[in-house]
Every structure is written in C-alpha cells, then in structure tokens.
C-alpha cells in the first residue's frame, strides 16, 4: 500500500527486511503467550508505525527533511522510538517533513511535499505531514509527529486524523533532532484518540536522558479515554464538563467554513452534556511574534552543531576551516533554516537580546499566566486549529503570511500546554477541519478522554 502511494510523498525510506525482523519479533512474543492486553510493555504488540524523520533511528536514516543529513545513520534509537519498539510496534519507515520541522506545510522538506490524500493538489500541513499524510491515507494506523508550535495538530486537522500534542516534558526529546528546546515536544497521530491514547502510553515518561522531561507519573491512558466521569451517562459522558471558548479564538481571520464546522462540533460537545463558557485569552495575537523570536534563537543555537566537521553535509571545495564552515551550511540548508538562523542569532545579538529575545520571554510568561486564569472558568478550552482547510501547494510564498496562520496552536505550545486536534467536520472544498482542545498542564487524559467521547 505505501510503494501504491508513493505520490502522496509520505514516507522518505521504508525497510522491509527491518520490518519484517521486527514482526518476527512481535510473533516469537506472541508464541511465547504474549498478547497486546498483557499489560505494560506489549500495548502495541505486532502495530505497524512510522517515524517522523525529526527521530534519530539506528535501522534507518535520520535526515530531518534536510540535505544537511542526507544519508545520516545515528548510532542509537531516541527513546520515543525505542520505547514504541519495546511496547511491540514494528517499524515500517521514516515520514517526511519541514526541514528540522521548520515549517507548516511540508513544503519545506528538502525531498518532496508531502499531499494531502483529501485532495493531492493540496499541502497536509506541516511539518509532521509525511505522518499526517501515512495515517489519513491508512498507509499505516499510527504514526509518530513533533509539535513545537503547532506540527502535531495542524496537520492532524488539514487531513482528518488525531494528533495529540502532550505537555512539555511528558515524552523524552532524547534522540529528537532539536529545532526549538523550551517547545518541542513528541506526539502521536492516529485515525482515533482512543489509538490515540495507546501510542502516548508507550511514548510517555520520564527519561534521565533528556533534563527537560519529567518525573511525573503516566496514568492509564487507555483507561481515561474510555472512563466514565462521575455524573456522567452512556449519553452524556462529558456531563459537568465545563469547556472554555477563548473569544480571540472566534474572531476575524477564521474563515467562514472552518467556523462552521468547529460550532458543530462544539454543539456535539454540549449534546455530550459538556457546558459551553466564554474565555478570553488576551495576548492570542502576541503568541505569533514572541513565538517566531523565541523558535529561532533556539533554533539558530541548536543548529549550529551542523558544521561540515563531526556529521552531515561537509562541502567539497574550501581554502580553509572558515569557508568549509560557511560552503557546508549554504549548501547543506535550505531556504526557510536560513532565514530562522538569520533571525535567531539577529535577537540574540549584544544590543538586540533585551529588546526582543528578553521581552519575548517576558511575554511567554503572560500567555501562561493568561490560560491560567482562563482555567479558572473552565476544564478545557476549544476553538479551531487552523483559520482555514488546506491550501493548495505552492500557494504561499510570503513567509510572514504563513506564521499567521500558526496563530491557535502556538499559544498552548508557547504555555507549554497540551492540545488535541479531532475532526470537527468538513469545510470548503469538502477538506477536513480540526478542533481543537487544549487542557491544563498533564491533562492528557482529558482531551483524549473528551475527543473519544466525540468521535
Ligand atoms: N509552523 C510552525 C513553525 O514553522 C510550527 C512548527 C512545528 O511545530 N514544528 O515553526
């Protein structure tokens, strides 16, 4: 089925005979009486998965949609990757994506776009779209994505399918090839949250390895997304759930179709017996500009490990170390990685850095403090992913008018805060549009527990 959608540009490298080995595995534990209800470690037993190509993998190549890493082989699995591999998963390949997950539509990739399988004249969103692209495509039921800003749930929404960004912290970034630190975060994208729900079992946890993850106990997802609230019935098991509507959310800019949908889906909501209430997130619009300071400087540091010396791109020609420095980057980056370096290292510059990078921080804090309060009405807060269905490839070319687009993921990810995007219905062109539901902190099982409730 992948090698009959090729076209769709979702995966970058597929290996039959890793798969295959690894299914023999799941098969040897099977034989051995261990099924995928045996409990903690086989959840996922016999699954086959992809890999979004930000996670360094020991059995295929790890580029990051970039020419940069072209034909990397890490010497070790991050440990997203190797924790789905001990929960039995078996690994079909890598999915393609922005360059260093740069990006919203996967036309950023250094390979190929990714298409959307709705209508393949249009993007999947990005950067996880090579995953969004393999799950809605039913190229394979679950799929790893990254989500800094917004790379888990806006594709997940342009193509129909469950992504689930969790808080920052709960899953490893060991082995996630960096963009942004303080933001990236794994997450899985399935047809469903319940699979949903599986995946993020396996992936979550505290990992020495990575000093940002924490030491916070993983609940039975499984079991929250399937609970019964207290108070609650068969037909109405989101009884006393109380969901905010951020009115910054509902405003100008959202098109007409995707607002439709997302109040239909809200409406479904309420029949579920959740209750509907009006929130203000206040600084919505600054979340653009405190996100594209503070995702460059972090990106320009990050990137900075790729010099031509110790892996990765090395140019052919130079007179010495400073050319071959400067020939590798140029030809080993693309255009929208460079234009994220040059930003980066401009508001992190002596004279710049408190005017910019310090207020950004400042502001990043409001925004947290801000859902905060917002959280004081309400258990989980809705509104759309995205302000519009999928465009058509190549139909943007000004960069600044494709981060405005980033502006409804970017806040939770700027709070550090975990969100979910469920299909809410279709738009124009009969595209599919996502909703979205942002919870407090480690609030996972809420989401996954209100967007199986919907689905
Ligand atoms: N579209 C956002 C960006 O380009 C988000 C990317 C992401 O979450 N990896 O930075």
Redesign the pocket.
Known sequence: RIAAHESLGAFLCTDADVALAQAAAADAWRAKGVTSTAGAGHTLLGVPIAHKDIFVTRDFPSTAGSKMLAGYRSPFDATVVSRLSASGAVTLGKLNC?EF????SNENSAWFPARNPWDTSRITG???GGSAAAVAARLVPAATG???????R?PAAFTGITGIKPTYGRCSRYGMIA??SS??QAGPMARSALDCAHLLQAMSGFDPRDATSAEQAVPDFVAVTTARREGASAERPLQGLRIGLPREFFGEGVTADVLAATRAALAELEKLGATLVDVSLPRTELSIPV??II?PAEASSNLGRYDGVRYGHRAKDFKDLGEMYRRSRSEGFGP?VKR?IMIGTYVLSHGYYDAYYLQAQKLRRMIADDFQAAFAQCDLIAGPVAPTVARALGSQNDPVA??L??IF??PA?LAGLPGISVPAGFGAGGLPVGLQLIGNYWQEGALLHAGHALQ
Do not use: K
Request: without cysteine.
């Open positions: 922005d997950a740069m990006g919203g990005g950067s996880s990254t989500d800094t800003g917004g790379s888990v806006q963009f942004a933001l990236d996100y594209y995702a929208e994220r494709e981060y687009a980033d993921t970017l990810s």
